[in-house]
């Protein structure tokens, strides 16, 4: 009731204030009341419309660039909206105070946020033009403008321009001001900030820049663009003796001063800038790090992400795939356009081949180098990550490894190759592209040979059911449950295959692939660590006998090519082509590095006539592994305690006769020539061969004997001797 009577009284009174000023004013009062509310309201949006004083001193606040570090930790990249780095005032020379004070508020430390000499000679300056060409604007005012209003020539904009740098006055001290500007101020090129550009343009910090460096840098102020000294040094000469002209004038330097630093030669060397390497890997890093923490902490926050990138193989990865892929293009029989002259992006594929490649560390699935296409500027889809396709035979290795795990070994014959399965709908026999119709073979050649009957026939031993539930294991997605699974019928990453592979070379270990191993705060807090788990997906025996099996891959089968390019390490590794050539993959390994690589186009055609891995994309392989392991030695795996070596015939895999030693081969000119086909194998402990080879013939006495007394295990019992 008492609110209502005060309110009552107020209506009233001003009711009878009304109707006297009508009754003085007459038909001047609507007019003189109206222009009233006008400027209540515009001083209102002045002064109550812009920030608070919690606002007002946000203007303190910068957003700082996430740094990114090498697996060494050293500085490799960052991650930013606006390429800064934030210093304190006594970390910037004083000529370039001095520069940036002459040319652009020589009364700084005289006015309180607003010099009216300047507005009053920015007003003429603008009636004699009849524009807002000039504005007049302190330190202050453009500190003002850059935090929180825009670039627009508005009187209203200048207005509110004003009133927050007076308040700006208010809240911080001149020195606190004019560092910020120098922070906050754009100098061209991405660099934000005096430090960023001082490093940027002249590759030092800002603390040690000359008169004529800072004379230079104080320039682009005004036009970042107009006179930025890497496309227009004469523009940037040019202003820079406007500025020292100001400097002379205002008395902050001598005319001999001037003089020789307007002759000074400019020396551009750039050091803080994003190198050219790394985009995809950069991305996935940023990507990763906005799903943990947001993107203003990723942007802003000034995250130290220490990453598992190996700067040296990076580049390594990047020649090897660009120029390995523009040497696919020169081959004969190359189907498609090539990049100089394919079209533009459509729906987001590029028309011309694409690749990509992975390297990790398979002892702890750390990435050493990613490259997720041909250019990062035409498409930054990444095609190592999120490119699913066929992989061909590459995939044949995991059925292999669930056929030693169900008690195989690479010495194991396989029979009726050339046999028929049934499938849904009728009988099919695949295509075989690498070998002839020999209707048995082991493990190990068929391996070699990439023998898709062969692999068909592993298959049909394991089963289905078991080969996807090891497929899985080895962190693939489950592929579909069909015969042409162990063909590469499913779709599946490059980055989860080269991961996958990684498994035969650190002992039947899987590690998820990792790219960042921790984060901190910028103060050092330790914001987040990796603590991804490795998990054994097969026994140390299989990736034992499977990394053997795939070295005999590179050393004289189907990846033979990398040994004839060059790469002499003891490796392992597999090729795969898709049908009609429509993707070439290879994944290869040593003990201590895994990389694989993939070509083929967005949307997927043939990529050449007989365009087998072999000679597309093994090159490539070959060449990045020769530049990354320059420095290494020669290592290969241990051998289990598990797994024994015997002597075997490489033809049948059971125990050699003296016929096996004594084979002739017909050349197809008829010549006949001998040779041995023993040799030795390895077996799990206790699945050594027990039977004779049946196709050679020819055994001895002593063989013969054997058979019935097994000479073998009384040697091993009387003399500790024959036992392996």
């Not at 498409?379 to 699913?388: E, G, K, L, Y």
């Not at 195989?408 to 026999?429: C, E, F, H, Q, Y």
């Not at 795996?637 to 015939?649: A, G, H, N």
């Not at 050349?667 to 194998?681: C, K, L, Q, R």
């Amino acid at each position: 009731m008492r609110l209502r009577h005060r309110l009552h009284t107020f209506g009233q009174r001003l009711y009878g204030r009304l109707r006297r000023v009508h009754t003085r004013f007459g038909r001047w009062a609507v007019p003189a009341w109206a222009a009233t509310a006008i400027i209540v309201v515009l001083f209102i949006n002045l002064f109550f419309v812009v920030p608070g004083a919690g606002g007002i001193r946000s203007a303190a606040d910068m957003p700082v660039a996430t740094l990114v570090y090498d697996m060494r930790d050293r500085p490799a990249f960052s991650i930013f909206r606006e390429q800064r780095t934030t210093v304190e005032l006594s970390d910037i020379s004083p000529l370039m105070i001095r520069a940036v004070l002459a040319v652009e508020d020589e009364r700084f430390y005289e006015h309180h946020g607003v010099d009216l000499w300047r507005i009053g000679g920015a007003a003429l300056a603008n009636m004699k033009r009849g524009s807002l060409a000039q504005g007049g604007s302190t330190i202050t005012q453009q500190l003002a403008r850059k935090t929180f209003l825009n670039d627009r020539k508005t009187l209203w904009r200048k207005a509110r321009e004003v009133v927050l740098a007076i308040r700006l006055e208010w809240a911080f001290s001149k020195d606190e001001i004019l560092a910020m500007y120098l922070n906050r101020i754009y100098f061209g090129r991405g660099f934000y900030g005096i430090e960023a550009a001082s490093q940027g343009y002249l590759g030092k910090k800002a603390s040690a820049l000359a008169l004529d460096e800072a004379a230079l840098l104080a320039g682009l102020i005004q036009a970042p663009s107009a006179y930025a000294p890497t496309s227009h040094l004469d523009r940037a000469v040019a202003r820079r003796a406007v500025v020292l002209g100001r400097m002379q004038a205002v008395g902050a330097i001598t005319e001999k001063e001037a003089t020789r630093a307007s002759k000074a030669k400019v020396k551009l060397r750039r050091e803080l800038s994003q190198p050219a390497f790394g985009d995809y890997f950069r991305r996935h890093v940023a990507q990763e790090l906005i799903e943990r923490f947001g993107e203003d902490q990723v942007w802003n926050g000034g995250l130290r992400v220490y990453t598992t990138i190996n700067p040296t193989m990076q580049r390594a990865a990047e020649r090897a795939l660009i120029s390995g892929l523009a040497q696919i293009e020169r081959r004969a029989g190359f189907s498609g356009p090539k990049m100089s002259t394919a079209a533009g992006i459509v729906d987001g594929d590029t028309a011309y081949l694409q690749g990509a490649f992975v390297a990790l560390d398979p002892r702890t699935g750390h990435v050493r180098a990613l490259v997720g296409g041909r250019d990062f500027d035409d498409s930054t889809f990444d095609r190592a990550i999120d490119a699913h396709r066929q992989a061909g035979s590459a995939y044949k290795p995991f059925v292999f490894a669930a056929a030693l795990e169900a008690g195989a070994g690479p010495a194991t014959l396989l029979t009726g190759i050339n046999d028929t399965v049934r499938v849904s709908g009728g009988v099919w026999r695949p295509d075989n592209a690498h070998a002839g119709d020999i209707d048995a073979i082991t493990i190990r050649e068929a391996l070699r040979t990439s023998n898709n009957r062969a692999a068909v026939r592993v298959l049909d031993a394991v089963g289905i059911p078991a080969a996807v539930n090891y497929a899985t294991r080895l962190g693939l997605e489950a592929p579909p449950a069909v015969p042409s699974l162990v063909l590469g019928s499913g779709n599946v990453t490059l980055l989860s295959m080269t991961s996958a592979y990684g498994a035969f070379a650190n002992g039947g270990i899987v590690h998820p692939a990792v790219f960042i191993r921790r984060v901190e705060a910028v103060d050092g807090t330790l914001l987040w660590q990796d603590a991804s788990e490795s998990h054994r997906a097969i026994s140390e025996a299989t990736a034992f006998m499977m990394a053997d099996m795939l070295a005999d891959v590179v050393d004289k089968g189907t990846a033979a090519r990398a040994r004839t390019d060059g790469f002499l390490l003891p490796a392992g590794g597999k090729t795969g082509t898709t049908n009609d050539y429509k993707d070439a993959w290879f994944i290869g390994f040593t003990p201590s590095l895994v990389a694989g690589v993939w070509a083929g186009f967005d949307q997927p055609r043939s990529v050449a006539t007989n365009g087998y891995a072999t000679g597309l994309v093994v090159p490539i392989w070959a060449r990045f592994m020769r530049d990354a392991t320059a420095s290494s030695s020669a290592s290969w795996l241990s051998q289990p305690d598990d797994v024994v070596r015997v002597e075997v015939c490489l033809r049948s895999g059971l125990r050699p006769t003296s016929g096996c030693s004594q084979v002739v081969e017909v050349d197809e000119d008829g010549t006949p020539t001998w040779s041995s086909n023993v040799g030795a194998e390895y077996f799990r402990a206790g699945t050594e061969p027990g039977d004779w080879c049946p196709l050679h013939g020819g055994r001895s006495f002593l063989e013969r004997f054997d058979d019935r007394f097994d000479i073998r295990t009384a040697a091993c019992r009387l003399f500790g001797r024959g036992c392996n």
